[in-house]
């Protein structure tokens, strides 16, 4: 394989820093008359205190409900006219909004991100509209028992980082929280000083860096904005979550505290990661895309090849601070939680015991080099990707991914495997069905 | 810039598409098969999806091992989808790897052993598969209304089959399917990527021109029926949070001469923005759904126009009222000109963004290939789109969307009797 043609998709970025705090990041792609922008806000779930939870998704809702300049009747169509697309999400670091549209509309995407940093509305009768239309999302959500178990195993593995509630909030908090909490949280946190802003495209990075000063330059900086400061303690015993609701299939889980990807470990983790279950990359956005490679992966052979299971997965997602490493299992018809979690744990027990062989490592190491090539392969994840990795860490440790998986080593990778797949170390998730 | 595609024609009657882009160092390969659930024998719906789940765990030449091993080694994917009408073989690899990746897919498709152990094995996955759909009110309500719009046709049936029609598919009958319906007419093999447009024809010409089998039979399409009357089914989930209604009536082909006024109709119905006139009744005015929207599903026969929405048990009847009350508006009184100019700017302006990936294209020129558009259909949909003028949508609208003839499946925490959506 040429490892040059890999290298080349490494993007060249143009960092510039606004008077006001706003970093701007820029990469120019001329392979279609194309431009996407992405506004990111280091505000997410974690930010949030006692009884507001999930008020950073709900302002991100918010956020699309008509500005000062935009009025709220206008906001349909603002970037559908350019044939473009326009959406937002909101997780554990972060809260995000995006327009991908022709390259006409790089003027307009610019206008209405700074619109959105500044001048939202928040009507009461707005708020209260969007109260029921969260509590839908929220109750849809319930229907799945997977997220039910996500939640759950999720909330049992933390006790002290707010990592531990879900983004979309708690029901009792979505009920009760007030328009004044959602506007303050959104005065609070969209200020520049607290954003990076992301175009990536057909875009002439001069011309397009003069337009951003135009938009956002007069925009004040906010206060200095206090984080998180809560350090999960070692979790000191195995914990176990464990559903008997009405239900047809089986749901297996289990999460292990692993480091944030800031942390010299985060990167052997994604090895380890790949062994297990196969390279799943590192695109939050749209990563499904392209279907992991996994059917030589470990726990695809010893629980799927068997019959035990019908599918098996990983999740290591970069995030600023210590997460989750999940693994996943759908329980074959036929088959039981139990036989499954002895094989998988075992197989765990057997990557800590025995290591990984050079071979595999070289293996693996590929399948995470192809994943980076797959997930950037359009402007919206180019930018995507730039901006996630600059809200939790620096944007250089997307651009600086190849060179770090080459330089990944079998210590490195065998030592994390001991340090974090352990016992004490994992949270148990079961769902079982009773009809 | 027009997608302009390499196209040929081997001599056992495969279409090559092959266009050459370099965004990313990496090669899309789709291959499409006329193979897809239409062609479950009756009794043994899930054939297809079965066949896709087998396909490629071993072959003549590479054991289901040596695949996974081919394609993890170089970090390339490949998945088998059963459609309606297509069975398609997706791989994603690096170009470099393309030499190695292609005849693999080939291989794929042409020599599957249908072992016996992978065979039970991925049954098994089909079955928990089709036991989660049954856990899952959306696809239950799904399932349900597609047999209710299409009682005597084989788009009623479920594409996965059901538990007993699963278990009824035999091996042998696994490789009967294989050697009915997959065949050189009606394949074609999409490549997009980072490789060279006359390197593709030559490896296919090399993988594929050696395989000659005669396709015997087709199946006549059946007609459809419109539906005289409404019908409404509930499916009591009382363990769930919330409801999934599915509402439908009979669309259009996608050789209907009405297909684009239907597709900027729909457009402005349940789509633009965030759900068109619908998204602004039940979920911007009445805050009633997270999601609310609608697809309509032009295919060889006339799919389905289908609305979707979750909301509250005690919403169900007002949300129902509420899609009544926007089909009938749009009925009596059309869509306004402002209306379907935005719709046909956007589907318009959209273009580029959908064939901005590899993926994106080689989708786009299967399905032009599929319903016979032309090489350079790409080039002439502007213009299909900018011609639908707004009494052409209106037109439709009024053919289409009648209360009075629609299937409304609700699926969840609801126990209403049927005649209270009926």
Known sequence: ??????????????????????????????????????????????????????????????????????????????????????????????????????????DRMLFIEAERMSACLYEPDDCESERTVIISELKGGENDPEQVLDIDVTAAAFRVHPYKHPTIGWLSDVETMSRDDLYHHYQRYYVPNNATLVIVGDVDTDEVLRRVAHHFGSIPAGRTLQRVTAIEPPQPAERRVHFRKEGTTAYWRAAYHVPAVSDADFFPMLFIDAALSGASGLNLWSGHKVPTAQRSARLYRAVVDTGLASAVGGSLMPTQDPFLYYLWATVAEGQTLR????????????????????????????????????????????????????????????TELIPRLASVTLDQVNAAARRYLTVDNRTLGWFEPCR | MPLNPLRRTLTNGIVVLAKETRTTPSVTILVGLRAGAYYDPDGREGTAALVARVL??????????????????RGAS?????????????????????????????????????????????????????LQDEDDPGAVAVDMLMGRLYPAHRYGRRPRGTAQTVDAISREHLVEFHRTWFTPEGTTVVVVGDVDAELVVRASARAFESWNVTRFTEPSMQPVAQPTTRVAAIVPMMNKAQADIAYAVIGVRRADPDYYAGWV????????????????????????AYYVYSNLDASVAEG???????????????????????????????????????????LVGSIPRQLETDAGIAGFLLSAEFHALGIDYDERLPALIDTVTLDDANRVAYRLLDPARAAIVVAGPYRKPAEAVA
């Open chain 1, 1 to 106: 394989m040429s490892v040059s043609r890999v290298e080349l998709a490494v993007p060249v970025v143009r960092e510039t820093v606004l008077d006001n705090g706003l970093k701007v990041l820029v990469q120019e792609v001329h392979t279609a008359s194309l431009a996407s922008v992405w506004c990111w806000y280091k505000v997410g779930s974690k930010d949030e205190g006692p009884g507001l939870t999930g008020v950073s998704h709900w302002v991100e809702h918010m956020n699309f409900k008509g500005t000062r300049q935009i009025p709220r009747d206008q906001v349909k169509g603002i970037i559908e006219q350019f044939g473009g697309t326009w959406n937002g999400y909101t997780w554990i670091d972060q809260t995000t909004y995006l327009e991908t549209a022709s390259r006409e509309a790089i």
């Open chain 1, 339 to 398: 036989a499954v979690e002895d094989v998988v744990l075992g197989e765990v027990d057997r990557i800590v015991r025995e290591g990984m062989a050079e071979a595999e490592l070289a293996k693996v190491r590929t399948q995470l080099r192809a994943r980076f090539v797959y997930d950037a392969d359009s402007v919206t994840d180019i930018a995507h990707q730039l901006g996630y990795f600059e809200t939790i860490d620096r944007w250089q440790t997307y």
């Open chain 2, 56 to 73: 490629d765990r071993g072959t003549e030449l590479r054991s289901a091992s040596d695949i996974a091993d081919e394609l993890d080694g």
């Open chain 2, 78 to 130: 490949l998945s088998v989808m059963a459609g309606r009408h297509q069975l398609t073989v997706t791989a994603t690899c690096l170009s470099d790897d393309f030499a190695a990746i292609f005849p693999l897919v080939a291989d794929v498709v042409r020599r599957p052993l249908f072992d016996a152990r992978e065979v039970e094995n991925r049954r098994s996955e089909l079955r928990t598969a089709i």
């Open chain 2, 265 to 288: 109709m729909n457009n402005a119905l349940g789509q633009y923005a965030l759900g068109g006139r619908l998204g602004d009744s039940i979920r911007e005015r009445q805050g009633m």
């Open chain 2, 304 to 346: 389905p126009l289908m609305i979707r929405a979750g909301v509250a048990g005690p919403d169900v009847n007002r949300a129902v009222a509420s899609i009544d009350h926007e089909l009938t508006l749009v009925r009596d009184q059309g869509f306004t000109t402002k209306e379907i100019d935005e719709s046909k700017r956007y």
